[in-house]
């Protein structure tokens, strides 16, 4: 089982900076990956950013070069550092872990955090 409490949300206007963070109840070094959704009404939801257990990052194509997700080890705790925020941008974020014990994956899911970009 992994708890995730997501914080930092907000409302922000276009071109300014927000940082969210994903707290979890076990050492995210042994999750598999940690890794950042949003949802905005209407939509799917989609992939933002993610890091795995080794570090390794990957990014969506239209957060590239604003967003950076990072991780302090100590605290358990997985950020998602967004710049240059644009209206697009507004969505309901979730922190999601991937969890892999005995060769089975279970991803567990933050409450989400609102963050609305106005232009």
């Known amino acids: 089982q992994v708890q995730l409490v997501e914080s930092g949300g907000g409302l922000v206007q276009a071109g300014g900076s927000l940082r969210l963070s994903c707290a979890a109840s076990?050492?995210?070094?042994?999750?598999?990956?940690m890794n950042w959704y949003r949802q905005a009404p209407g939509k799917q939801r989609e992939l933002v950013a993610g890091?795995?257990?080794?570090?390794?990052?990957n990014y969506a194509d239209s957060v590239k070069g604003r967003f950076t997700i990072s991780r302090d080890n100590a605290k358990n705790t997985v950020y998602l550092q967004m710049s240059s925020l644009k209206f697009e941008d507004t969505a309901v974020y979730y922190c999601?872990?991937?969890?892999?014990?005995?060769?089975?994956?279970?991803?567990?899911w933050g409450q989400g955090t609102q963050v609305t970009v106005s232009s």
């Open positions: 999601n872990a991937v969890y892999l014990r005995a060769w089975v994956e279970s991803n567990y």
């Open positions: 076990r050492n995210i070094l042994s999750i598999k990956s």
């Open positions: 890091i795995t257990s080794g570090g390794n990052t």
